[in-house]
């Protein structure tokens, strides 16, 4: 009998749990991945479905593309939108060195950044939806929103490849330390 349970254990579970187990290229690095084409960026993550990270760091989501238009009333779908890659490198940036905009006594948490870019105006404004947001110190929002918001005027959107006038970009933010319940 206990022949018979080493022997499952070798030639069963031991192989069971090396393919199962987690890789470290597996496992974000809490910051956003490089990639090599923006066709290979992708468009749809999971935001607020995540457990917050137990680790000191602030993580983000990639960055996606939620919505691009033109002047008129077509509507092209999020998934037919570019990307732009300068942009979302600038604006996932400009979010992690805000991270010190949320205290520790705040009790973390995670808050949605959008950013919308208009090339016929020129302009790169930032906003904060409530849907997807666990902190609800407005104090504390209105004060990331403004910091990202200044660190990305600098920004200039002249020598930026795109196909349309519009964008909307998002990104989720977890800081740690959320309360559990």
Sequence with gaps: ??????????LVAI???LWRRPRADSVGSGG????????????VLPTSSAAPPSDSKLTLDAVKVVACHDPGAKKTPPE???????????FAKAVEESASCVPKDAGGGTIVFAADV???????GV???????????????AACQSAIKTKLQTMSLDNVAHQHARY?????????GAIKP
């Excluded at 009998?1 to 070798?10: S, T």
């Excluded at 956003?32 to 468009?43: D, F, G, I, Q, R």
């Excluded at 037919?80 to 890659?85: A, N, R």
Aim: hydrophobic letters at 50%; charged letters at 20%.
């Design 127 to 141: 906003s904060t939806p409530k849907d997807g947001r666990s902190i609800k110190n407005a104090a504390v929002v």
């Design 32 to 43: 956003v991945e490089a990639v090599p084409s923006a066709a290979a960026l992708p468009t």
């Design 15 to 17: 192989p069971l749990y």
């Design 80 to 90: 037919q939108c570019d990307h732009l890659v300068e942009v979302e490198k600038a």
């Design 118 to 124: 208009s090339f016929k105006k020129k302009s790169l």
């Design 168 to 176: 909307r970009l998002s990104v989720t933010a977890t800081w740690p």
């Design 1 to 10: 009998m206990i022949v018979a349970l080493i022997l499952f254990l070798v």
